[in-house]
């Protein structure tokens, strides 16, 4: 891990990208403090991997057969109700 100065690293920043690609890492310090760290990124992942390590989690469940096709497409059923007049019931009852 290296250390750099803010004002070194504005002088110097296309040598420490380099050294970011390279797999160093680079932390810039303001004023004796750290303030930064720059270290390279992964290179992005496979979305299904993503998802398995979501599942794995417990976080999603993944669909065990295919949606109908006339269920997306089929028009949405009306509400008896009005969401204004949930919304204002709701307000009145201070949930």
Sequence with gaps: MEKVALSELRNHLSAYIKKVRAGEVVVVWDRNRPVARLERVADEENPDD????????????RASR???????KSVPPKSSESVLAAL???RQQGR
């Design 50 to 61: 993503r998802l398995a390590k979501l599942e794995e989690a417990g976080l999603i469940l």
């Design 88 to 90: 204002l019931e709701e």
């Design 66 to 72: 295919p949606v109908p096709i006339d269920i997306l």
